[in-house]
């Protein structure tokens, strides 16, 4: 079983940046894969980003690409992501998700999946 809180969200302007952390109890974190999820008001929960376990692979939803940065840093239990020239309708609460399935499949659901609590961002224009 994993344990995962996030941290970093904030109030910011449209064009600021943020980073989002995501901190990982447990000896095995660097077996999971990791990824972000966010979720808007009336909306379902979307894809963000994923990363394998050793971190040499990431994949990203299109409306983040080029902006966004996942990382992990396996000696810390933990997973980042930087959010750079953010837009307004990158407002949500973020969610850190671990699963034992490969980061391919963060988008499915799993056998072993373990959520965070959320973090909320919010873009003002």
């Known amino acids: 079983q994993v344990q995962l809180v996030e941290s970093g969200g904030g109030l910011v302007q449209a064009g600021d940046s943020l980073r989002l952390s995501c901190a990982a109890s447990g000896r095995t974190f660097s077996t999971y894969a990791m990824g972000w999820f966010r979720q808007a008001p009336g909306k379902e929960r979307e894809f963000v980003s994923s990363i394998s376990p050793s971190g040499r692979n990431t994949d990203y939803a299109d409306s983040v690409k080029g902006r966004f940065t996942i990382s992990r840093d396996n000696a810390k239990s933990m997973v980042y992501l930087q959010m750079n020239s953010l837009k307004p309708e990158d407002t949500a609460v973020y969610y850190c998700?671990?699963?034992?399935?490969?980061?391919?499949?963060?988008?499915?659901?799993?056998?072993?999946?373990?959520w965070g609590q959320g973090t909320q961002v919010t873009v003002s224009s």
């Open positions: 998700k671990a699963t034992a399935a490969s980061y391919t499949q963060m988008k499915n659901q799993n056998r072993y999946d373990y």
